[in-house]
Structures are given as structure tokens and as C-alpha cells.
């Protein structure tokens, strides 16, 4: 049982910026354990991607046609064949899209078990503690992880990025000739939008607290009084009150205006995801123990459909 | 085109959640549960397909207190069947558990396709959904909405949508297991008559866990604990005239707003 493997993500030709993060956490384990750390990367075409991992002792490629776009299938059938026989102490995956459907996929397919959700991971004298994002971002578990072989995944931000570079070794591992029941037929890019919000030095973001798509007028009021586009969570877009190119979090953009005033969002951890590093956070949600007050500046309790209508009326009328 | 969805009791979120006396799990019997948003989206695009391709809408869960009243509510809605299994199942069951018992009961059932909801906001050991698929030996797909059954081809086809808005359309073999993010459209409401109507007209149906092997998580919880805030956002007291004078003079001296000067 030794070794830390990484799994690396490389989805379009770019490596994940989680990849780093999870090598840079995978070399405090592996050092103080005395164990190798391994990259594994599945793809097609690597070998522009492999560098970058290469703080790494080991860089193993998996690189084939077969794997040249994401079809989990395909991909944990790989990847379970060059990580079972390395029977590593611990298995650090990325909890993206992607990183759902591998880590558990890869812990039903090996029988090792998974703590989902991580923000962390330490040794604790012999023993390897995960601490997991539980109930929407109200509760953490600490979670003995045990001494055979683990899988975590990990939440993108939890950790720093190591720089990309290093001396490890490269190695092409062979992809044994499986047939992958599933297929990828063709990449959909985000519909062009009238608007994008990753540019907007401000943004009223707004989430399902304000009850229905009869009160979008009332937060478009006010981002047009204080010079704002508007955005969302998931649950909003999903409703259809507001199209996708608005959308921030985890499966939507990523943005850091310089405002962003969260009108009516909880603050789940796929949003926070995407918009944790604004400059300044303004929160407005009738539950004072909702989780986007953890990450605001600024946090109001109220009803956004009395307080939002106030500031707009405070701001048009001036001093 | 036998759609299956398994459906899942979780702490209703809005709630304060408390822990039980030892600190390792919540006080479940303080506790609120609701249906897990994610497995009403993953209904609500079944009882879609149903409508749009006349597939066969099964509901199934493992029981708990209160599910039948999430079983009759999906029947209300326009489920076919809904099952529920039965046996002695702890409050907060793993989901690798959960996976081995539905694996038990779909395989005494005919499904082509089982949709699950993406994730739930209690699965420290992986989605159900993942590990179903991995416990049936059937490919899976998470984070997927736009699902088109192809019957005569023997596939589904569905998006899975990735960070910044992109997504692949990807196609699997059936018999499949779908994480579903979001149906085509919000999940609909049964009226509570029509809910007493179907408990009156209706069975559930049940049938008992298959006795197995079962691979625990294998994960020991030390503690839930809260998060340490380690900047608590600064919280204006008042009532609204008052929050909003405080706010505009923050953000003024921030530079943020220009508002009077």
C-alpha cells in the first residue's frame, strides 16, 4: 500500500487548474508518509500536458484515441487498470463534472471507498483524516479514511496550486482495449449571449429566495439603478427564469467583479465555487445561518422583496 | 422504455440541522426531510418522457419514515408504479448500502433506464447514482440533462454539462444509469386532494431487500462540525431603512457605489 496518485484532468486540451491543487496537497501527504506521488492523465495527445505535472515523481499517460474526449466508461475502465496494481494509499480526484463520475465510478469499480465532497485531507500519526463538505455547506464530517486503499474527491479551491514544472518521470502506461458502451458524439459551447458577466465590474446575482420569475423586475431594477448586469444560481437558470449564460457556479461561470450582491441565493458550494473570490460580497437571505454569509462582506436578513425595492428607491434618489 | 427512479429522503436545508449527543451524525429524530431536490428533477424528466415517448414512469425507495407520502406524491404526479423496498434500513443509510439494495430490486424489475437525481446533499461516500451503475455493472453518465431515449437503437442520448457553461452530447447503451442536473422544465406540483385520491385508489407496491453481500462505505465518521467562520460577513442590524442607509454608506465608502456624493 504507497503512493498518493493524482488524478489529473485535462477535458479540452487544457489542464484543470484542480489538477495543481491536488498535486500540491498529494506532495505534503507523499512527503511526510515517504511515498511516491503519481500523476495519472487519460487523454489523447498528451505530451504538451504532461510537463506541467511534472512536481510529480511519476507522470503516467494514458494517452489514446479512445480517451481523446471524456466518456466516463472509457475512462475509469483505464484508469482502474494502471491504479489497481499500484494499490496506492490514496486516490485524489478533482470533484468536477468529470471527477463525479470517476471517483465514484472508480470506487464501485475497485471496491475502495470514497469520501466525496473533500476541502481536506491530513495524516494524523499513521492515520489519513478527510474532512468533507456535507448539507449544502452547513456541516463538515471528519472522516478516518482508514488504512487500505482510498478515494477522495476533492472541491476545486480547496487547496493551493503548485507550479506547473518539475523533474518526474514520464511514463506512458499501455490502455488496455476495452469497449466503452459510451460515446461522445459532439461538444455543445455555451450559446452566445447578449451579455457576458465574467466582464462586469458589478453583478445582482439572484437565486430561487425570491420566489418566482414575477420578481426578476425588482432585481433588474435595481442592477440597472447601480449600473449592474444581472446574474444566478443553478436553481434560477434551471427554472428557466433566466438563461444560462447568466449562470454562476460550479456548472456556470466563474466570475470576480468587484461587486456582487447575492439577492436570495443560500449559498450552496457549487455557487460559492463561482464567485467566492469577488471583491466585495453583499448578501441579502431571510436565513441568517444560510452558508453565503460565510463568504459575504456584507450580509442583510430580510426579505429580498422588501429590502431590494428600498435600496433601489434609496439609490435613484440620491442624497 | 422502462424508466426507473429511486427517490431519496434528505434534511431539508433551510432547518437547523443538530447534531446528536455523540457528535458523528445529526439528531435524526429533530430532523425535517424533504425529497432531495435533484431526484424531483430526475421525476420530473421521466414524467416528461413519459408524455413525449409513452415510457413506463417507476418510482422506487428504500423505506423510511414519511415515504410513502413521496411515493403516493410521485404517482400523484404521473408515475406508473412506485415501489418501495422494504427492510431493516438505519436513518442516514450509506449509499454504497443503498446502491447494493436498489441493485437487489432492479434486478427484479424490467428498466431500461434508471435517472437518477446528480447528487444529494448527505452522499459523503460517493452519489447513488455512480454507485448503482457500478453495483449493476451498467455505464452512468452524471450531471446530465436534454435525455433522449432511443428505444429502437437500444441508447440514450444526454448532455453532461461541464464547468463555464459548455456540454457533450454523448451517447450510451441501455440498460443506463443518468444523473440528472435539471429536467427540461420545473418539476411540477401535485395538489394535495389529487395526493388523498391516488392514497385511496392506489397500492404501493413492495418488495423486500434482497439479503447480500453489502459493502459498507467502509468510512468512519470522528465528528460533524460546523464551519469555522473565518470571516463571518458583517451583518446590518435595523429594520430596512436602517439596513439600507448602512449598506449605502459601506459601499459609498468603498468606493464601490457612488450614491449622493
Excluded at chain 2, 433551510?14 to 424533504?34: P, S
Excluded at chain 2, 418510482?59 to 403516493?72: G, R, S, T
Amino acid at each position: 500500500m504507497a503512493g498518493i496518485v493524482v488524478i489529473a484532468e485535462a477535458l479540452n486540451g487544457t489542464l484543470n487548474e484542480v489538477s495543481l491543487e491536488l498535486l500540491s496537497k498529494g506532495r505534503e501527504l507523499a512527503t511526510s508518509l515517504g511515498q511516491p506521488l503519481i500523476a495519472v492523465l487519460a487523454g489523447e495527445g498528451l505530451d504538451a500536458l504532461a510537463p506541467p505535472l511534472q512536481s510529480a515523481d511519476r507522470v503516467v499517460l494514458l494517452d489514446d484515441p479512445a480517451l481523446g474526449k471524456f466518456t466516463p466508461d472509457a475512462h475509469e475502465q483505464a484508469i482502474a487498470a494502471v491504479i489497481a496494481p499500484m494499490e496506492p494509499r490514496l486516490v485524489m480526484i478533482g470533484n468536477t463534472t468529470a471527477g463525479m463520475d470517476l471517483a465514484a465510478g472508480l470506487a464501485a469499480r475497485l471496491h475502495w471507498p470514497l469520501a466525496a465532497y473533500c476541502t481536506g485531507v491530513r495524516m494524523e500519526a499513521s492515520d489519513l483524516i478527510g474532512v468533507a463538505q456535507l448539507y449544502g455547506g452547513k456541516l463538515f464530517a471528519e472522516v478516518e479514511l482508514g488504512s487500505q486503499s482510498v478515494i477522495i474527491s476533492v472541491i476545486p479551491g480547496s487547496f493551493p496550486a503548485v507550479a506547473p514544472g518539475g523533474t518526474g518521470v514520464i511514463e506512458r502506461a499501455a490502455v488496455p482495449a476495452g469497449k466503452s458502451r459510451t460515446r461522445f458524439k459532439e461538444l455543445i459551447a455555451l450559446e452566445a449571449a447578449d451579455v457576458d458577466i465574467k466582464k462586469a465590474q458589478a453583478l445582482v446575482s439572484v437565486g430561487r429566495g425570491i420566489g418566482g420569475p414575477e420578481n426578476l423586475d425588482i432585481v433588474q431594477d435595481l442592477a440597472r439603478a447601480i449600473g449592474a448586469e444581472v446574474a444566478a444560481s443553478r436553481p434560477v437558470v434551471d427554472s428557466g427564469w433566466l438563461p444560462k449564460a447568466r449562470q454562476v457556479g460550479k456548472s456556470g461561470l466563474t466570475v470576480k467583479p468587484k461587486l456582487y450582491f447575492a439577492v436570495g441565493i443560500s449559498g450552496a458550494p457549487e455557487h460559492l465555487q463561482g464567485m467566492k473570490d469577488a471583491e466585495f460580497i453583499v448578501a441579502v437571505n431571510t436565513d441568517a445561518a444560510a452558508p453565503i454569509f460565510e463568504v459575504a462582506h456584507l450580509g442583510i436578513v430580510a426579505d429580498a422583496l422588501e429590502f431590494v425595492p428600498a435600496l433601489t428607491e434609496r439609490v435613484r434618489a440620491g442624497a | 422504455m422502462n424508466l426507473l427512479v429511486p427517490l431519496k429522503l434528505v434534511p431539508d436545508l433551510v432547518e437547523e440541522l443538530t447534531l446528536n449527543e455523540a457528535g458523528t451524525d445529526l439528531d435524526r429524530d429533530a430532523l425535517i426531510y424533504k425529497l432531495n431536490e435533484f431526484d424531483d428533477q430526475a421525476l420530473e424528466e421521466a414524467l416528461v418522457l413519459k408524455e413525449t415517448t409513452g415510457a413506463t414512469v417507476t418510482a422506487i425507495a428504500l423505506d423510511a419514515p414519511e415515504i410513502d407520502q413521496v411515493l403516493f406524491t410521485a404517482l400523484a404526479k404521473g408515475a406508473d408504479r412506485a415501489v418501495k423496498v422494504t427492510g431493516d434500513f438505519e436513518p442516514g443509510i450509506d449509499n454504497h448500502t443503498a446502491a447494493q439494495v436498489l441493485a437487489g430490486a432492479v434486478r427484479g424489475q424490467q428498466v431500461d433506464l434508471v435517472l437518477c437525481g446528480v447528487q444529494a446533499p448527505d452522499d459523503l461516500d460517493g452519489q447513488l447514482g455512480v454507485l448503482l451503475a457500478g453495483a449493476l455493472g451498467w455505464p452512468h453518465v452524471s450531471v446530465v440533462s436534454g435525455i433522449e431515449p432511443d428505444s429502437a437503437a437500444g441508447v440514450v442520448r444526454c448532455h453532461q454539462e461541464y464547468a463555464g457553461g459548455s456540454m457533450a452530447l454523448l451517447e450510451t447503451e441501455l440498460p443506463a444509469v443518468l444523473g440528472v442536473q435539471a429536467a427540461r422544465q420545473p418539476p411540477r406540483y401535485a395538489a394535495v386532494s389529487t395526493i388523498r385520491k391516488v392514497m385511496k385508489e392506489k397500492q404501493l407496491e413492495e418488495v423486500a431487500a434482497t439479503p447480500g453481500e453489502v459493502v459498507a462505505s467502509k468510512l468512519q465518521v470522528r465528528r460533524l462540525f460546523k464551519p469555522e467562520s473565518r470571516a463571518h460577513a458583517r451583518m446590518l442590524e435595523g429594520d430596512v431603512t436602517r439596513q439600507v442607509e448602512d449598506l449605502v454608506a459601506a459601499l459609498n465608502e468603498r468606493g464601490v457605489l457612488k450614491v449622493g456624493v
